[in-house]
């Protein structure tokens, strides 16, 4: 016994490094790298505010091209008011809509922190749980796509950007429908994505339009994803290589909006039961 | 050595929030290059300080840098290795005389060749281990290395820029 505590004396500092190097690797293995972002603390709240101090900073800095942004999202939105449109058809009049309901609901936040150019990206936004925000909510920017809400504290929230391998969203391509997927490759150019799963008898040209399905229930159907740059299919493949461009700056990114489907729980809800139904006749 | 100590725990907080806030947002050739300055901290730790303290310090180091950064653990892992490797590589690396008269590792105490082959090692060796911590992958292999080598070389020339910017003026009053 005593021995071993001579030895543990003498190894002191290397028994001392592989207790902390054990510890170092125990929580990098088990901080499950990409949807427990709970855990890892971005979205804790003083590091939230450190970020979101050095970013006032910078959006001060950047106020004008901000402001150019902005004045161009409110020009677009301006022209889609009702009265900048009259009716060809003077035989009919217009009708107030009790038909349909409002399904989407935006909210605008600020990003307080973002990065781009790692393996795997995270974004910050200054408004959390007390702002309306929660998981699973989309976010975006002047109509495009820019992620989906992981993890949320009572001001601040992380957000999965396109630019994070665990990112999963259909994307149709404009025009034929058809659906695909996109992925980012985990440290590739921030400007680009590829989409995958979209059979080669589709016709698929430089310059087509990739939108979003609606599916998934975090974006509404046709947001802007981006534009196919480059065809890369291999004669072997069934299905096109495409690299598209991607809509949203992310290097840029200031304000964003952050979608909430007020109908997602009815829907998803209905294909649980379904699930389960089915579920009960297979083996569970 | 107390206001050593605590010059020491000061610059390493200062340099902590100089990664997070402004080096890392720096956008070298798409972030091929990704210098972490923060480790400079660590490396400058006086000589005297015990084994035990320098991987302690870096261990704190590694987790406060984690917080900034995203998953937890990369840095910590990475930092831990270099608090190790720190002493080693400046035993090894002692003059004949030993260290007893200089208390810092600086280039204006060392020369410029000691401190960058000293630097040189434990920058690489850190940034090998946080960039497979990050991705545990080993393809695109040469791409990665290239990252790592190049990243490696930006942290050391940020680090003897700094030097001879901040030191210059301590030595000459």
């Not at chain 1, 989409?195 to 229930?217: A, C, E, R």
């Not at chain 2, 929030?17 to 798409?30: H, N, P, Y």
């Not at chain 2, 946080?130 to 290239?146: D, S």
Request: proline share 4%; charged share 20%.
């Amino acid at each position: 016994m005593k021995n071993i505590i001579e030895l543990l004396k003498r190894h002191f500092v290397f028994v001392l490094f592989l207790i902390l190097f054990v510890f170092s690797l125990v929580v990098l293995f088990s901080s499950n790298r990409y949807h427990n972002a709970s855990f890892f603390s971005q979205s804790s709240d003083w590091v939230g505010k450190i970020y979101d101090w050095r970013d006032q900073l910078q959006r001060y800095l950047r106020l004008k091209e901000i402001n150019d942004q902005l004045a161009l999202e409110n020009a677009n939105l301006r022209s889609q008011l009702p009265e900048n449109y009259f009716f060809i058809d003077t035989t009919k009049h217009d009708v107030q809509d009790s038909i349909r309901k409002q399904r989407y609901f935006f909210r605008s936040a600020k990003v307080s922190n973002a990065s781009v150019n790692r393996e795997s990206n995270y974004l910050t936004l200054d408004r959390g749980r007390l702002g309306g925000i929660l998981p699973n909510m989309g976010v975006i920017t002047n109509g495009s796509v820019v992620g989906v809400v992981s993890s949320v504290s009572d001001h601040f929230s992380v957000v999965l950007p396109i630019l994070n391998p665990k990112f999963q969203e259909s994307v149709k391509m404009k025009g034929s429908g058809d659906f695909g997927l996109i992925a980012w490759p985990p440290g590739s150019d921030p400007a680009y994505a590829d989409v995958k799963d979209i059979p080669k008898h589709v016709q698929v040209s430089i310059g087509d339009t990739v939108l979003t399905t609606g599916y998934g229930s975090h974006f509404p159907a046709d947001l802007f994803i981006g534009y196919v740059s480059e065809l890369n299919d291999q004669p072997e493949e069934n299905f096109h290589r495409i690299k598209i461009q991607l809509a949203t700056d992310f290097r840029k990114l200031s304000h964003v909006q952050v979608v909430s489907d007020i109908l997602k729980q009815e829907q998803d809800s209905l294909l649980i039961q379904q699930q389960q139904r089915d579920g009960v006749e297979d083996n569970n | 050595m107390g206001s050593k100590t605590i010059t020491s725990f000061l610059r390493i907080f200062f340099l902590l929030f100089l990664q997070a806030l402004v080096v890392s947002r720096l956008q070298l050739l798409d972030g091929f290059v990704l210098p972490w300055v923060y480790i400079f901290g660590i490396l400058m730790l006086p000589f005297d300080t015990p084994k035990w303290l320098v991987l302690i310090l870096a261990f704190v180091t590694g987790y406060f840098m984690d917080l900034f950064t995203g998953p937890m653990g990369m840095h910590m892992t990475a930092c831990v290795a270099l608090g190790w490797l720190q002493p080693m590589v400046q035993r090894l690396m002692s003059p004949r005389e030993g260290y007893d008269a200089i208390q810092e590792p600086t280039i204006q105490k060392m020369g410029l060749s000691w401190y960058l082959t000293y630097a040189g090692i434990l920058t690489f060796c850190h940034h090998f281990i946080l960039f497979y911590a990050e991705t545990l992958r080993i393809t695109p292999f040469w791409y990665q290395i290239g990252h790592i080598i190049f990243s490696a070389i930006g942290t050391l020339m940020l680090l003897v820029v700094g030097q001879y910017l901040i030191f210059n003026k301590k030595v000459k009053n």
